[in-house]
């Protein structure tokens, strides 16, 4: 039986309105069927957002039966945050008042501090979702010198909220654990954010032998580029590497932000932009499955990580992953098949050796296909994540009986 509780959930994902004013993502993964998976175990979801003034009919819709936005001032950056700083706080102490409720917010979101300094205030219950190290974010980009300056104080501060929160949600199931850990007793869940479905799955892992490699190789890698520490940078340099040694490559990358032109024009000093396709962002999660499915490797060459979805969708996928050496993403594919964090050299390496062994390759696609399925069978999911959220609630009313 679902808790009468409302949950009010900071997210860092960017919402804008249509031309009938619904509210929008153009994030594939945050549309309203991915939010409703949490009032398996809570009457209502309010999510407390930036919603842009900008107009569009792209992406899909937020809001829906249970589920609705409070929307924030917007803002771009650690600057742009304490531009609003006052306006946001103004706006959460008027419209953040029930004791009752649940709130929750991910570590090192700047607005989801001020939920959770809120519901202090109010004496109510909040949990902290560890999806990522704010510190590793920062020290790789995002907010520029700004956000590097602010690195030490952000773990510091995403530690004393994991430490004090009432429950916590891992998507890993020990790298983030041990930087960032809860407090003895402590509710904890850890859960994938990803939403495998059975369409997520392919039959069978691909076999690399009975469907062999045709030149040229075919590497794909997908991800925001708001800031580069998604490491599409390094795929485009060990792309020219590879071409140096005269491997017939080509790169497709999808994903577009601020860091765009800036990627396209990296491809075109070192001579590969023939080899490299960017697609920008697509209209579809199921888009971006198809071309990973249609390519040979798919790479997650990032700088920082938590757990990412768009790996954990190639493994289900059925094609061979490879990774840099971070966050939780050695907790889902094999050190084989790994690499260190912006060393294009040693991607490039690594690529020309899994190729030589189309035996091997096939091996490891079948590994990760089942460490996906694994993940969908005991890490995600609606069931999982509503009993968090009920144990939460039951926490509350055991606390307040004794």
């Known amino acids: ?36 998976a949490y009032l398996s175990g809570v009457a209502k979801l309010i999510l407390i957002a930036r919603v842009s003034d900008r107009v569009s ?31 946001i706080r103004r706006l959460l102490a008027r419209e953040l008042t029930d004791s009752s409720a649940l709130y929750g917010a991910r570590i090192g979101d700047l607005a989801g501090t001020l939920v959770y300094r809120r ?108 800031q580069l520490y998604k490491g599409h940078g390094t795929l485009i340099e060990a792309v020219s590497v590879l071409r140096s040694r005269g491997t017939a490559v080509q790169a497709t990358i999808i994903g577009d932000g601020h860091y765009h032109d800036s990627l396209v024009d990296l491809a075109r000093t070192l001579k590969v932009s023939d080899s490299v396709e960017f697609l920008g962002n697509l209209p579809g999660a199921h888009l971006v499955q198809e071309h990973i499915r249609r390519s040979d490797i798919f790479v997650m060459p990032s700088l920082t990580e938590g757990l990412p979805r768009v790996l954990i969708e190639a493994m289900a996928g059925g094609v061979l992953s490879i990774g840099s050496r971070v966050g939780g993403i050695p907790e889902l594919i094999s050190d084989e098949v790994l690499f260190e964090p912006g060393n294009s050299g040693e991607l490039a390496d690594l690529v020309d050796r899994i190729v030589a062994d189309p035996t091997h390759m096939t091996a490891l696609a079948r590994a990760q296909w089942a460490e996906a ?30």
């Open 1 to 36: 039986m679902t808790e009468e509780v409302t949950l009010y959930l900071a997210v860092q994902t960017r919402l804008h309105r249509d031309v009938d004013g619904n509210v929008r993502s153009d994030q594939g993964y945050a549309g309203y069927e991915a939010w409703k």
């Open 57 to 87: 009919d792209t992406g899909l819709v937020v809001e829906g039966p249970g589920v609705s936005v409070l929307a924030i001032p917007f803002y771009q950056g650690p600057i742009g945050f304490a531009r609003q700083y006052r306006n």
């Open 119 to 226: 519901s202090a205030r109010l004496g109510a219950r909040f949990m902290a979702q560890v999806v990522g190290d704010p510190e590793d974010v920062l020290r790789n980009g995002a907010g520029g010198w700004v956000g590097a300056a602010l690195a030490g104080q952000a773990r510091r501060a995403a530690m004393r909220q994991v430490a004090r929160a009432d429950a916590v949600m891992y998507v890993t199931r020990r790298t983030l654990q041990a930087k960032y850990p809860s407090r003895p007793g402590a509710r904890t869940l850890v859960r994938s954010n990803v939403e495998l479905s059975a369409a997520s799955f392919v039959d069978d892992s691909r076999d690399y032998q009975r469907s062999p490699i045709k030149a040229p190789l075919r590497l794909i890698a997908a991800g925001g580029q708001e």
């Open 373 to 402: 399925k694994l993940i969908r069978e005991s890490y995600s999911g609606s069931a999982v994540l509503g009993s968090f959220l009920l144990g939460i609630a039951a926490d509350r009313r055991q606390g307040e009986r004794t």
